[in-house]
């Protein structure tokens, strides 16, 4: 019996993933960029067993088994295609790729709420099944095929997913664009405003609006293209303000395509827009950008920001927003539960 088990990181994205060409081989129709977090907080952690003397291929999600999604099929059909070719004229061929595999998966933070889960979760899938069924080269491109962001995962510091041209996807692949110690000065605030199941997915959010946008068309071929090659100078450089100014817009962007879709899928509410509204007011009191936002399909806020400012937004966030509990309102709206402080892997 060979026992793998992984950790994996969520990411965030500055330039949104929203849209995808292809369905099956989880293809994007733009390019995408994200900063991945510290695993110390916020991680999911999947421990693979293989065995000759498995029956079958077994899932279990927090310890309760679970049935294996085909998007789960996908991935250990993939990698037991490479395990398999792998292993093609080698001595001692155990045949390990048609070994069945026990997979135990679980979360430290809130599924499905618009925080990243299945980035993390999928990019720890495959990379715990490579190890367990000895598979080396890219991940990412199977990683993708479990859920589109977790391609991203794969990856510590600014990642890029390229969307790639070949129908067959084979490059639309995650590589990394500079390591956390690149800008060792960045940090990340997760403000969670609600932790609940988000409605609409984005599987299927995101479906609606390459069917019904046509902001979605315009922001594809028009906007991401020159915002990426912008952001990615912008990351090199160590240039803040403008890093944080293309983040903002571009989260901006992808709730309106979200408003544009039809019907409209809704991810942020009250409080989200008083975090917007809190992060302009910051900005501009301090006469600069020292602080950005993004938000993904759910109404917690990521926020960008530089380590010597960590304690000051900090206190002010705490006082503009004092910690609740679900009960408690503040002049009628909802404030953010938690704070978490992360760094960059
Ligand atoms: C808003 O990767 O969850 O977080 O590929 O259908 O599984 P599927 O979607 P998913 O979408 C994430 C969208 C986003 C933006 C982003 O992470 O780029």
């Known amino acids: 019996m060979i026992v793998v088990t992984c950790l994996a990181p969520v990411n965030i994205a500055v330039i949104k993933y929203w849209g995808k060409r292809d369905e099956q081989l989880i293809l994007p129709i733009n390019d995408s960029i994200s900063a991945t ?3 110390d907080q916020m991680n999911a952690k999947t421990t693979v067993m293989i065995s000759p003397n498995f029956e079958k291929d077994l899932l279990f999600f927090f310890r309760e088994e679970s049935c294996m999604s085909p998007r789960v099929q996908v991935c250990l059909k993939e990698i037991r295609k490479r395990a398999s070719e792998n292993l ?12 069945k595999a026990h997979i135990c998966s679980e979360n430290n933070f809130p599924t499905a709420a618009g925080l990243a889960s299945s980035s993390a979760g999928y990019a720890c ?3 715990a099944l490579a190890k367990a069924y000895n598979v080396e080269g890219d991940c990412s491109s ?3 095929l479990g859920s589109g962001s977790a391609c991203r995962s794969v990856f510590g510091g600014f990642v890029r997913w390229h969307k790639g041209n070949q129908g067959d996807g084979s490059d639309s692949i995650a590589t990394q664009i500079v390591p956390a110690s690149h800008w060792p000065s960045i940090r990340i605030l997760i403000l969670v ?4 199941r988000k409605k609409v997915g984005s599987t299927s959010g995101m ?3 390459v069917e019904t946008s046509q902001l979605l068309q315009h922001r594809a071929s028009h906007v991401v293209p020159q915002r990426t090659e912008q952001i990615l100078k912008a990351i090199k450089n160590h240039d803040f303000e403008t890093f944080a100014e293309i983040t903002m817009k571009d989260s901006n962007q992808l709730h309106s395509v979200c408003l544009d879709t039809y019907p409209p899928a809704v991810y942020m509410n009250d409080v989200s827009h008083t975090i917007v509204e809190f992060v302009h007011s910051y ?3 301090k006469g600069t950008t020292k602080l950005a936002y993004t938000f993904d399909a759910g109404p917690n806020a990521c926020l960008f920001l530089q380590e010597e400012d960590v304690a000051e937004v900090v ?3 705490k006082q503009v927003f004092p910690p609740t509990n679900e009960n408690n309102y503040i002049r009628g709206i909802k404030v953010p539960e938690k704070i978490l402080d992360k760094d960059l892997v």
């Open 315 to 317: 206190a002010t966030i």
């Open 193 to 196: 405003v609600n932790d609940a």
């Open 142 to 144: 199977i990683a993708r």
């Open 283 to 285: 900005n501009k009191i």
């Open 37 to 39: 977090l510290s695993t």
């Open 88 to 99: 093609k004229g080698k001595k001692n061929n155990q045949g390990i790729d048609l070994w």
């Open 125 to 127: 899938l495959v990379t």
């Open 207 to 209: 479906q609606r609006s």
